[in-house]
């Protein structure tokens, strides 16, 4: 089983509301990871969470938020986001075993976010 | 630094065979991959070849990859109506923090 959930699959929200996205993974993998995928582009990495602890930052603004309550799971939390921030955000995992020398990561069906 | 490019479009017949191609410049890449993405949903991995190979077969899917080049293709055999996608190549090297370096994305489009 190679699945990764995200929830919701869409989600519609104000410039002043506070929402979170969810990712799910029972696969056993240590790494999570945010994209963000504007439209006709590649996914741009946001943050990667190693062994439930944040590992990688991309610069990205304060108005995202990440958090890793336990291995299996990965939520962003929005807070005042601006229309720009409509995107395809997508969760991924992979397996981060020590010493081993490939981490392919398995992607989620994203969320489809649009802030009015 | 890390670049991965690949041509925008390409269009083929339903039944014939589509090559989509990619180049690198990391020589450090130890895995390259190419992962699938039809509208509005995520990306799924197709399948990925190892810096020391050649050639990769799986089904009707084949990867060649010229390390001396930095040029990998992917290609389908007998193209369905169901490939058309976006196809993305990514590279991930030893020193990239695990981090993939992903193409622009090439659209194939399969004309019935």
């Known amino acids: 089983d190679t699945e990764v959930t995200q929830t919701p699959k869409h989600l519609v929200m104000g410039m002043t509301n506070k929402k979170s996205l969810k990712c799910e993974q029972h696969?056993?993998?240590?790494?999570m990871y945010w994209y963000k995928q504007k439209a006709k582009k590649p996914p741009e990495l946001m943050f990667v969470?190693?062994?439930?602890?944040?590992?990688i930052n991309e610069s990205v603004p304060s108005r995202f938020s990440p958090e890793c309550p336990n291995s299996s799971l990965l939520n962003l939390h929005l807070h005042a986001l601006q229309p720009e921030d409509s995107a395809l955000y997508l969760c991924?995992?992979?397996?981060?075993?020590?010493?081993?020398?490939?981490?392919?990561?398995?992607f989620g069906p994203g969320t489809r976010l649009t802030v009015l | 630094g890390e670049d991965v490019e690949q041509s925008l479009f390409l269009s083929v017949r339903e039944g014939d065979s589509s090559v989509i191609n990619c180049t690198y410049t990391?020589?450090?890449?130890?895995?390259l991959y190419w992962y699938k993405q039809e509208p509005g949903a995520g990306l799924q991995l197709l399948t990925y070849?190892?810096?020391?190979?050649d050639m990769k077969q799986d089904q009707r899917l084949t990867v060649l990859l010229n390390k001396k080049d930095k040029h990998l293709s992917l290609r389908i055999a007998d193209t369905q109506t169901g490939d058309s996608a976006i196809y993305f190549c990514?590279?991930?090297?030893?020193?990239?923090?695990?981090?993939?370096?992903f193409g622009s994305g090439t659209r194939l489009l399969v004309r019935p």
């Open positions: 991924a995992s992979s397996l981060r075993e020590s010493g081993y020398s490939t981490d392919t990561q398995y």
């Open positions: 990514a590279e991930i090297g030893m020193d990239s923090s695990y981090k993939l370096i």
């Open positions: 969470y190693s062994y439930e602890k944040l590992s």
């Open positions: 990391d020589s450090s890449s130890t895995y």
């Open positions: 696969m056993g993998h240590r790494a």
């Open positions: 070849i190892f810096s020391n190979m």
